[in-house]
Every structure is written in C-alpha cells, then in structure tokens.
C-alpha cells in the first residue's frame, strides 16, 4: 500500500528549527517529484516548496533563504529542513508525491496524514 508518513513536526520558539521527515513506501519514489504543503487553521492549504525526481527545487518566497527541501532516493525520504522559524509558519504540514505517467493523463497524486509545527513563545 501507498503511504507517506512525516515526522518532526513539534512545538519551538521564533527563531528556532525543526527538521521534518516524511518516509515513503509502496511506490517508486525515485521517479516522483515530492513536495511540502501547509495549511493553517481556516486557510488554505499552501504550497511550501518542491523538489523534482532530479533535485530541481522551489519554494514559496515567505519560506526562500530559511527552509531547505531535499530527498534521499535511498532512504525513500524527503525531508524539510526549517531554519528561522516564525509564528507565521505555524500549520499542519502535509508531504506530497507526484507523478505524471503520461501527459494526456491527470498525474498521480499522494498524500500523507501531516505533522503539527507550532512556532510561538
């Protein structure tokens, strides 16, 4: 079975970091381009950065310079690296995992369940 499960999530203080796993199975992860979402309570869920099946990587410009994407295709594990960290980036983070088989078709699409980050004093 598919299943993305992260991990690292926790309570810090501004300016402190948190480093979240989110560990794979049940695909090929190494062709997948994967990807941090959050969502805060009543927003919408955000796109936070991405990383492609080549280690291209993007993120949002509110987290560039303090959040680090990066995966190992050994280990089956993408991971956020989360420096700097403001009350503002208070949510629930959820790991994605993409891929398109074929470019007529809709992409495939999984998600895991999310961890709690809560940054405040």
């Known amino acids: 079975q598919v299943q993305l499960v992260e991990s690292g999530g926790g309570l810090v203080q501004p300016g402190g970091s948190l480093k979240l796993s989110c560990a794979a199975s049940?695909?090929?992860?190494?062709?997948?381009?994967m990807a941090w979402y959050r969502q805060a309570p009543g927003k919408q869920r955000e796109l936070v950065a991405t990383i492609t099946s080549g280690s291209i990587t993007n993120y949002v410009d509110s987290v560039k310079g303090r959040f680090t994407i990066s995966r190992d295709n050994t280990k089956n594990t993408v991971y956020l690296q989360m420096n700097s960290l403001k009350p503002e980036d208070t949510a629930v983070y959820y790991c994605?995992?993409?891929?398109?088989?074929?470019?007529?078709?809709?992409?495939?699409?999984?998600w895991g369940q999310g961890t709690q980050v809560t940054v405040s004093s």
């Open positions: 049940g695909f090929i992860f190494n062709i997948y381009s």
């Open positions: 994605n995992a993409n891929h398109q088989f074929d470019t007529t078709m809709r992409p495939v699409n999984f």
